[in-house]
Nanobody
Framework: QVQLVESGGGSVQPGGSLRLSCAAS???????MGWFRQTPGEEREGVAA???????TLADSVKGRFTVGKDNDKTTLTLQMNTLRPEDTALYYC?????????????????????WGQGTQVTVSS
């Protein structure tokens, strides 16, 4: 049984930083994993992803500010978020897909993922 548990969310002022973690159980290190976010009334959007081969993808809106990666165990996904902006405020979800390779156009598509966590809230406000 796959379980994804996000942590690290919170409230921060603009320009601040947060580090999100997703502890995954029941997955293998070769799974593709990603971060998504959603605000009320909006569709869930892809933020960052790492496929099983280590290839990463970042949404244009976060390039240069966010970094995605997996810990050495390959089953903990992290998202380092720097220079946060109010528009980054959202519920952030971790997701996993049982595929070792996922081509770039699909890595940030919610429909590509089978397993989801419950989310962790990130609020950026002064």
């Amino acid at each position: 049984q796959v379980q994804l548990v996000e942590s690290g969310g919170g409230s921060v002022q603009p320009g601040g930083s947060l580090r999100l973690s997703c502890a995954a159980s029941g997955v293998y290190g070769w799974y593709t994993m990603g971060w998504f976010r959603q605000t009320p009334g909006e569709e869930r959007e892809g933020v960052a992803a790492v496929d099983g081969s280590g290839k990463t993808t970042l949404a244009d809106s976060v390039k240069g500010r966010f970094t995605v990666g997996k810990d050495n165990d390959k089953t903990t996904l992290t998202l380092q978020m720097n220079t946060l902006r109010p528009e980054d405020t959202a519920l952030y979800y971790c997701a996993a897909a049982p595929t070792s390779y996922m081509s770039a156009p699909y890595r940030l598509a919610p429909s590509s993922y089978e397993y989801w966590g419950q989310g962790t809230q990130v609020t950026v406000s002064s």
